[in-house]
């Protein structure tokens, strides 16, 4: 476990976390050096800009060989191709037809489901196609009984296939009236692009083989009040699925604003603060001790900073403390519901003029939500964040389970349990902690292969979660701990 501390260490440039001085970096580093044992003890502490307490500064993950080989056949080409035949049915309406062959959402579910199988068909039986349908009765903007379908291509993990990753985009459309099923509604931006990053990633990774399983889904119903979505969360919530992260693409074709102005390298993620699913009791335990800037899904969105924000995709990943933009929604609400951990990506700047628009032309402005407005470059960028994301997260650990920060006596340092993983190349765990005013985890403390440790910090003061590393060098996302015996 010694040689642990110098594999982990990685490039040491400079990065937007790093706050310390040089100086201090390189004393951090000589503390790595150390026996994992003796590191968590000793209290190797920090000085200059930053708190001071045990541990080095954090930095973010680099992506390894593998990973960049993968983001490098991501195909600008397939993906401009699926959203011009995505908008080429016309409409896509979850009312609109669902037998007509060349127009409406029948037709472009049946070309998503031949794609996806496809690409399934180079996966050596690791991935499988389905279609997911059920008969939504009468609701909000669904006026008759219909059959709501989703395309779901799922990548069996090799190693740990109860542990799920999920990416989504819907293919529905929409023009201006949301009950209108027969206008044109391209629907290129949204959501033809969030369904193009789905597919993509999906082509790509059918080939190779993953320890956790991803799933890549086209839902239907986003439009009408993310139907699709919730049936799938819920089949997901009833069979007791360990879904550890969803990701909803939604909105994320163009980079340019209303006003003409450009942004290609934003990419926004949103994340909620406190849990659409938190119980009366996670209530009462945040209301006493903090953590509303600790929900799984804004350890999710710190996790995909930490391992899509640099140069093997060309994007910063803006995290939004929100769960969505003012009077909107997406997929991701659908899993929060079901208490899974779940964010959504968005474009950084919106054109409402081709977004939910009848497609026309107003004082020589031309309306609607067409392919000519997208920028696919960007897309490609969009799908290399989702994919870091994904391939990290499934290749890593998974997410600390029963992680305790131990409350049965007042003391003035702090002890953690939590459960150990299953995981076949799982090397160990690390302490992370921060200041409670402060957005995102600055110092790491390997702690070896442990289920629980003591740290000479207080509880009260600082923020602590538990990752978990296997031999790579891969980490998992953050757990926060809550308090227990
Ligand atoms: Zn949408």
Redesign the pocket.
Known sequence: MTSQGSRRDGPTKPTRRTFLSAATVTAAAATVAAPLATTSAASATTTGGGPSGPGRPIRPQSPDRELRKLLREIDQRRIEAIVRRLAEFGTRHTLSSQDDPARGIGAARDWIYEQLRGYAARSDGRMTVELQSYIQEPASRIPVPTRITNVVATLRGETSPERIYVVTG?YDSRCTDVMDATSDAPGAD??ASGVAVAMELARIMATRRSEATIVFVAVAG??QGLYGSGYLARQYKAANADVQGMFSD??VGSSTADDGTRDRRTLRLFAEGVPTAETPGEANTRRSVGGENDSPSRQLARYVSDVADNDSTGMRVRVVYRRDRYLRG?DHISFLEQGYPAGRFTEPNEDFAHQHQDVRVVDGKQYGDLPEFCDFEYISRVARVNAAALWSLAQAPGTPKGVTIVTSNLTNDTELRWTRGTEPDLAGYEVVWRETTAPEWTHVIPVGDVTTTTIDLSKDNVFFGVRAVDTAGHRSPVAFPRPGS
């Open positions: 819907h949204d959501d986003e439009e939604d909105i997406s």
